[in-house]
């Protein structure tokens, strides 16, 4: 059965901190790893990896691709605010199938 | 520049009751899909469709229907409200890439429903 797992569920920190979500994946016929970030409506597209050790970056945040462990991770430095949101990643196939994980709610205080 | 337009926005219903969420984009996707989202569950698949006239059941379709009769549009219709869907659902769609690394789906504003 495919499916992706998130951890942690939820996640509280202070504005500034550095957070680090994980993902776990089994997805028959692996094709890519995307990362969402939703705040109270449409998922918006962070970043789609296919390749291992390669890190994706945009500004503070940045994601990495282990295809061996079945594991991606994303991390937000210097957190702000604006940083609260749901962040869901996903495991894609070679028949264009998404297979979502459950989220890391992430809420960052002042 | 519409991307994924989804109707409607809020939505409540009585148990019993039928209707159709509207699904269209003007980005000539060929994949189309349908998820609900409940607290705890993350995004679930409903139906999809790779094309006009081609669709196929995701992980939870019972209760819900779906056609495409054009590249543009897949509506989801719910034939008899059950409460036990009262969820946030999102249509997606995205291009088919066969070979190479793939692509990011594109998702609608979602439609909150309720069923009393």
């Known amino acids: 059965e495919d499916k992706v797992v998130q951890s942690p569920l939820s996640l509280v920190v202070h504005e500034g901190d550095t957070v680090t979500l994980n993902c776990s994946y089994e997805v028959t016929n692996f094709r890519s790893l995307l990362w969402y970030k939703q705040e109270k409506k449409a998922p918006t597209f962070l970043f789609m990896l296919?390749?291992?050790?390669i890190e994706k970056k945009s500004g503070r945040l940045s994601s990495i691709l282990d295809k061996k462990e079945l594991f991606s991770i994303l991390n937000i430095t210097a957190t702000q605010t604006g940083d609260s949101a749901v962040y869901l990643c996903?495991?894609?196939?070679?028949?264009?199938?998404?297979?979502f994980g459950t989220g890391t709610s992430l809420t960052v205080i002042p | 520049n519409a991307g994924v337009t989804q109707t409607p926005k809020f939505q409540v219903l009585k148990t019993g009751q039928s209707m159709t969420l509207q699904c269209a984009q003007d980005?000539?996707?060929?994949?189309m899909s349908w998820y609900r989202q409940d607290p705890g569950m993350g995004l679930r698949l409903i139906h999809y469709s790779v094309g006009a006239g081609i669709t196929d059941q995701g992980e939870v379709p019972n209760g819900y229907n779906v056609s495409r009769s054009t590249t543009e549009d897949f509506p989801l219709r719910l034939l008899s409200a059950a409460p036990s869907q009262t969820s946030v659902y999102f249509c997606?769609?995205?291009?088919?890439?066969?070979w190479g690394r793939g692509t990011e789906a594109f998702f609608g504003q979602g439609t909150r429903l309720t069923v009393v």
């Open positions: 296919t390749s291992s050790g």
């Open positions: 997606a769609s995205s291009y088919i890439i066969r």
């Open positions: 996903a495991g894609a196939n070679t028949g264009n199938q998404f297979y």
């Open positions: 980005m000539n996707h060929e994949y």
